[in-house]
């Protein structure tokens, strides 16, 4: 069952059960007022009769049967105000003037009395579609006792009850059939947001995840909407983070397997020619050195991609010399940049830096190399240590504007000719993003291009801080 068909129905019983407790209510205390009242008058108007009755027969009575029944009957009738009433001695009835056995009413326990000298019994019947109030007492005269009953029609006052219990019912079910449509229309009205929710939720469900609610108010289902919306823009950013990471990470696959096809190619062949034919010694030496070649390009991205891939969490950093670092630097390039042409300056105004020396040294050695490949013969590469920042420098090609963001990206080359004639495969920057980012430094790079890159690693910290 639905909320709202719950709320409805619970509404309904509640406002059903109020109106009827309300009428009952109303028509007790109105009728057990009229009753009071009723029950009242009529015992006074019997005492009234019965002491009128009493005192028209104080006299002896007659010795004779008939005559005494005569004047019993007269005494009777010649009291004012009274038309409906009985006296009866034993089982016999001297007169009845209502119509009805009034003294059997009093045969059972089905009455209240009054109690003391003149016990007065009493109480309202239903008799041939009329309602009367009866009462009954024994009446002595001289040595024998009667029984005097007394009736009064109330029909007008139970028919006004009667009449305003149905104007309560017509009322109440009116009051109910008003309040039940407008509680309806509140808990529908209500209870709209929810199908916005639902249908949000529905969208999101199906992979809609641009999918908001429209937020109207300041209830608390606007605040649900608006923290669904703010859960919707959790989801969809994280979906989007994970989309892009995906591609990414088919990306870096796709280039890894291209990368990998061109070393892999080139040792099969020559294996292939060293293995089916008869070559010449210098031939043989060739492709020996083309085998080793490819082989130490790949041990150098799989050792690249590795360390790519361990670094993650923190780094075991401590305070190392900044000279000692750059030193390292240029004996780990000085063959290649000899090789290539090219000089290497270095400028140190800093003393102690916190890092991973190993690490530091392999993105610095990246930098230095990138550097050297963008350079032309006979030019110089800077590396300068100053305040919390190290920076690498040359004046070659530069880099366009539009591919900065992406030169640290896994496998991204701005120059492939370039990256190929040097055996690069691209994860250069790449690494060098990770080392920095370990070490919470921040890595940021300026080019122009045609006259120079440089390339800053910025640490957060100098020194043993």
Not at 283 to 312: F, H, N, P, V
Not at 448 to 465: C, P, S, W
Request: glycine share 8%.
């Amino acid at each position: 069952m639905k909320l709202r068909t719950k709320l409805t129905a619970f509404s309904i019983l509640l406002i059903v059960t109020a109106v009827a407790i309300s009428c009952a209510l109303i028509l007790s205390f109105v009728q057990t007022g009229d009753m009071q009242d009723v029950t009242e008058a009529g015992l006074t108007d019997y005492q009234s009769f019965y002491n009128s009755f009493l005192q028209s027969v104080s006299t002896d009575l007659p010795t004779k049967a008939i005559v005494k029944r005569s004047f019993l009957v007269d005494a009777v009738r010649s009291i004012d105000g009274f038309r409906e009433f009985s006296l009866r001695q034993g089982d016999e009835y001297i007169c009845n003037n209502a119509g009805f056995d009034m003294e059997s009413l009093f045969q059972n326990n089905a009455y209240d009395s009054t109690g003391g000298d003149i016990d007065i019994q009493y109480r309202i019947v239903r008799v041939a579609g009329a309602d009367y109030f009866v009462a009954h007492a024994v009446i002595p005269i001289g040595a024998e006792k009667y029984d005097l009953s007394f009736a009064r029609d109330i029909s007008a006052i139970t028919d006004e009850i009667r009449t305003l219990a149905l104007k309560c019912a017509t009322v109440g079910l009116a009051v109910t059939a008003a309040a039940v449509i407008a509680m309806w229309m509140l808990v529908h009205r209500s209870l709209k947001p929810i199908d916005g929710l639902k249908g949000g939720a529905e969208e999101l469900a199906k992979g809609n995840y641009g999918n908001r609610i429209p937020i109207k108010g300041k209830d608390e289902f606007s605040e649900l909407a608006a923290d669904f919306n703010c859960m919707a823009d959790a989801v969809e950013a994280n979906v989007d983070a994970l989309h892009e990471k995906t591609v990414r990470q088919q990306a870096f696959i796709n280039d890894l397997s291209h990368e990998m096809k061109t070393p892999v190619t080139s040792i099969l062949l020559c294996a292939e020619t060293l293995l089916g034919r008869n070559v010449s010694t210098e031939t043989r030496s060739r492709l020996l050195a083309r085998i080793y070649d490819q082989g130490k390009w790949l041990e150098t991205l799989s050792q690249k991609l590795m360390t790519l891939a361990m670094l993650q969490g923190e780094l075991a950093m401590r305070p190392e010399s900044v000279v000692k670092l750059l030193n390292a630097v240029r004996e780990t390039t000085a063959a290649a940049l000899h090789e290539r042409g090219i000089a290497l300056t270095t400028e140190c105004g800093v003393d102690i830096l916190r890092m991973d020396f190993d690490l530091m040294r392999s993105a610095l050695t990246n930098l230095v190399m990138n550097a050297a490949k963008a350079s032309g013969d006979g030019q110089t590469v800077e590396i300068r240590a100053q305040g919390r920042a190290i920076d690498v420098i040359d004046r070659g090609k530069g880099i366009p504007s539009g591919e900065i963001a992406r030169v640290t990206e896994p496998f991204y080359r701005v120059d492939r000719s370039r990256s190929k004639k040097y055996g690069g495969a691209g994860l250069g920057l790449a690494l060098v993003k990770r080392i920095v980012e370990a070490h919470g430094a921040r890595l940021t790079i300026t080019s122009v291009l045609g006259a120079g890159t440089t390339v800053r690693i910025e640490f957060e910290q100098e020194g043993g801080e």
